[in-house]
């Protein structure tokens, strides 16, 4: 069967067909956000009950006031938790532990596996499987579990339902919105692209020891169209709600895709420095401050004639 997939999408696929560290630990951090989320009403830290008013605040019930309350701080404190992420390793929540950035991760494997016939029960069933932990997830949040068996068979029948159509909702976001929503309607993702803290931590590119090929699988492979090797340019012209004029650096959700790619393309070779890292990394990864010669008198940085190449974005690829 013929292959149709987007210049990004085969990328994807050869690094998909090799073990790395970076999926492994997403599979980490996933579970522990579910189980957070999932921690959360089943322990009765906060439930707002739309079955029959059995609202939840710090592990007693309580009424419809605190109920609602307790969800809202709830809320409030997973903000807090990713500014302070972001204040110290930046988007890394995004990259890593964000159930909508997974499911559309999950979508991309789904567009493969219909693209090339390969693996594709397997892809729909992860797919599937996941959309429905995180529906179920926000369902406990709103309706008492007992409700299944407890409650009238309207209410089992309006729960079952909520249940599908959330798993739904989720589902065909990840497959049909996918990456579209982080780069253009995501609220965390809009208010971060704006509001940046200073941190190190990030992707890097060290133009000083890094053999860069210019092969630009970097900029293929970046789920939101971004130029790793250069993401201190504006970014102009996105989608939906998104704001206009950041840098790159702001988007950038540290997923490490882009330097998943690039350890693919020189094989891990012990005897080369990898151009790009995920990575909290000093000053002296500059240019500047690793050559003695490599300012102009007058200030001007020079750029080695092969990285101004390697930081030309990929014509074929857009």
């Known amino acids: 069967m013929a292959v149709r997939l987007s210049p990004r999408l085969r990328v994807l696929r050869t690094l998909n067909e090799a073990a790395h560290r970076f999926p492994k630990i997403r599979r980490f951090t996933m579970g522990l956000t579910l189980a957070i989320?999932?921690?959360?009403?089943?322990?009765?830290?906060?439930?707002?009950?739309?079955?029959?008013?059995?609202?939840?605040?710090?592990?007693?019930r309580t009424n419809f006031v605190y109920g609602f309350g307790a969800v809202f701080l709830a809320v409030v404190g997973f903000y807090l938790v990713t500014f302070l992420i972001n204040a110290f390793v930046g988007r890394?929540?995004?990259?890593?532990?964000?159930?909508?950035?997974?499911m559309s991760r999950l979508g991309?494997?789904?567009?493969?596996?219909?693209?090339?016939?390969?693996?594709?029960?397997?892809?729909?069933?992860?797919?599937?499987?996941?959309?429905?932990?995180?529906g179920l997830a926000g369902f406990l949040w709103f309706v008492d579990p007992h409700v299944f068996l407890e409650g009238s068979r309207r209410a089992i029948v309006m729960a079952t339902?909520?249940?599908?159509?959330?798993?739904a909702a989720i589902y065909l976001l990840g497959r049909h919105v996918r990456w579209a929503f982080c780069r253009g309607y995501c609220p965390i993702?809009?208010?971060?692209?704006?509001?940046?803290?200073?941190?190190?931590?990030?992707?890097?590119?060290?133009?000083?020891?890094?053999?860069?090929k210019g092969c630009d699988v970097c900029t293929q492979v970046c789920p939101v169209g971004l130029h790793p090797r250069d993401l201190g340019r504006p970014l102009n012209d996105l989608p939906g709600i998104a704001i206009d004029g950041f840098p790159?650096?702001?988007?950038?959700?540290?997923?490490g895709?882009?330097?998943?790619?690039?350890?693919?393309?020189?094989?891990?070779?012990?005897?080369?420095?990898?151009p790009l890292t995920l990575s909290r990394k000093p000053d002296a990864r500059k240019p500047d401050a690793r050559k003695p010669d490599a300012?102009?008198?007058?200030?001007?940085?020079?750029?080695?004639?092969?990285?101004?190449?390697?930081?030309?974005?990929?014509?074929?690829?857009?």
């Open 108 to 134: 991309d494997d789904l567009e493969i596996a219909a693209g090339t016939g390969e693996k594709r029960f397997g892809a729909q069933a992860r797919a599937v499987v996941f959309a429905l932990a995180l």
């Open 295 to 318: 300012r102009k008198p007058d200030g001007e940085t020079i750029v080695p004639a092969r990285s101004r190449k390697s930081m030309e974005p990929d014509k074929t690829s857009s």
């Open 92 to 102: 890394l929540f995004c990259g890593f532990g964000c159930p909508i950035g997974h």
């Open 248 to 255: 790159e650096a702001n988007h950038c959700l540290t997923c």
């Open 37 to 60: 989320v999932y921690v959360v009403p089943l322990a009765g830290l906060a439930r707002f009950d739309l079955w029959d008013g059995r609202h939840l605040a710090a592990g007693s």
């Open 161 to 167: 339902f909520g249940i599908a159509a959330t798993t």
């Open 257 to 274: 895709e882009c330097v998943r790619a690039c350890e693919g393309v020189f094989k891990r070779k012990p005897d080369v420095i990898v």
């Open 189 to 212: 993702g809009i208010y971060y692209s704006a509001v940046q803290t200073a941190h190190s931590f990030g992707i890097h590119i060290d133009e000083v020891s890094g053999e860069c």
